[in-house]
């Protein structure tokens, strides 16, 4: 498959979960992709799935300087590239009442200030007709108990899809976002859940869901790359991906 072939992307949060299905998805239909993330571990064990077409860079996009290195390495590797999907992100919640000053700054820190300058720092390299790509969630539309911070950052994060596609549009670059319902990333099995207790979360949480299950990284990645490449008529748009969670 050569669907992307001459096609170069850079994806942050690319070394685990939905940014690596997308990088994967890329890198399999011939693109060259770069991707950044915090551990150098699991960097590289991604690198070594993906194969030669994808390189790496450690860093964390809430330090602006960690984001001026990735600009500088897209800019050594690429020149000037097709897409860059703003993924990184942390999910985690906390009650109104428990919630901390530390808590609350280290979300917006990630979540909204890194994809922000992820945004300032890359957007001189995209190329004419590049698409921006924001994960936000279903959270920012469903007033989910517990999910206050996290739910506003990606809140944020869907006005500024909105805001940044009419800033870059002049230099015919689209900017969109997709929103994830249940997925299932074994972010609860990294975050220290036993495989039982996650397994019967899961199966609770599907119940809810219209499909009456979870969806996968890589059905996530189609619509990332559908946004990336191409949707060359939308921009400013927001497209979810749950299962109708939040449509029916």
């Keep these: 498959m ?3 072939r001459g096609k170069s992307a850079v994806i942050t949060g690319g070394g685990n979960g939905i940014g690596f299905a997308t990088a994967k998805l890329l890198v399999d239909g011939g693109a060259h992709v770069l991707i950044m993330g915090r551990s150098q571990n699991t960097l590289d064990a991604a690198l070594e799935r993906l ?6 860079v ?3 996009v809430a330090s602006l300087p960690d984001l001026d290195t990735l600009a500088d390495r897209a800019k050594s590797e690429f020149g000037t590239f097709d897409a860059l999907f ?3 992100g942390v999910a985690r919640t906390m009650p109104l009442d428990s919630t901390t000053e530390d808590f609350y700054d280290e979300l917006f ?3 909204v200030k890194g994809a ?3 945004v300032q720092k890359l957007a001189p390299l995209l190329s004419t007709g590049a698409g921006v790509v924001f994960t936000t969630s279903v959270a920012n539309v469903m007033g989910l108990p517990e ?3 996290y739910a506003a950052g990606k809140a944020a994060l869907r006005s500024l899809a909105r805001s940044l596609s009419g800033e870059l549009l002049p230099r015919g670059i689209r900017v969109n976002a997709i929103s994830p319902g249940p997925v299932d990333t074994q972010i609860l099995e990294r975050s220290g859940m036993t495989e039982e207790a996650a397994k019967q979360f899961k199966k609770e949480q599907a119940s809810h869901n219209p499909m009456k299950r979870f969806g996968t990284p890589a059905e996530v990645a189609r619509a990332a790359a559908f946004f990336a490449f191409d949707a060359t008529y939308t921009t400013g748009a927001e497209l979810a991906v749950d299962g109708g969670a939040t449509q029916l």
Excluded: K, P, Q
Aim: glycine fraction near 8%.
């Design 86 to 88: 703003v993924n990184a």
């Design 58 to 60: 450690r860093g964390d």
């Design 109 to 111: 820190a990630i979540n």
């Design 147 to 149: 999910t206050s911070v």
């Design 116 to 118: 922000y300058f992820t």
């Design 51 to 56: 194969g030669e077409n994808a390189v790496a």
């Design 2 to 4: 050569n669907e992307y």
